[in-house]
């Protein structure tokens, strides 16, 4: 089982083109954790952004009478690719991990499935 530090530190490591990483309460939209970042990229005001994306799809997943559950959301921009994982594992209900990549040196289909190996050993 990891904390919080220990699997903010393995996401930038393990994965490959890494930017930032922050594990995101979604109810309050405050970061209880984050690593990477930078003056282009400020990880708490990501947190309370992609809050309102989270939220937002969970309305929208209800509107629609969708008995689902959401495992990623992904946002493509022209540098870099923004991952959302909402969190299954003991704990992590209201909670998700926010993962930047750099388009140019990622590999998305390893990147998500690293996330969800991440998020696994993941202890809240």
Same mark, same amino acid.
Do not use: P, W
């Given at each position: ?30 970061? *209880?954790? %984050? &690593? #990477? /970042?930078?003056? =282009? @990229?400020?990880?708490?005001?990501? !947190?309370? +952004? ?23 959301? *992904?946002? %493509? &921009? #022209? /540098?870099?690719? =923004? @991952?959302?994982?909402?969190?299954? !594992?003991? +704990? ?33």
């Amino acid at each position: 089982m990891a904390n919080t530090e220990t699997t903010l530190k393995e996401a930038m490591t393990v994965i490959e083109g890494a930017v930032g990483v922050a594990l995101v309460d979604y109810t309050s939209g405050m970061a *209880l954790g %984050t &690593l #990477g /970042g930078g003056k =282009h @990229l400020d990880l708490n005001v990501a !947190a309370a +952004g992609n809050t309102d994306v989270v939220r937002a799809k969970l309305r929208a997943m209800e509107m629609l009478g969708l008995q689902d559950e959401i495992e990623d959301i *992904l946002i %493509t &921009l #022209g /540098g870099q690719y =923004h @991952l959302i994982r909402l969190l299954k !594992a003991r +704990g992590g209900n209201g909670l998700f991990l926010y993962l930047a990549l750099d388009n140019q040196r990622a590999n998305l289909a390893m990147a998500r499935h690293q996330l969800r190996k991440i998020e696994a050993e993941l202890e809240v």
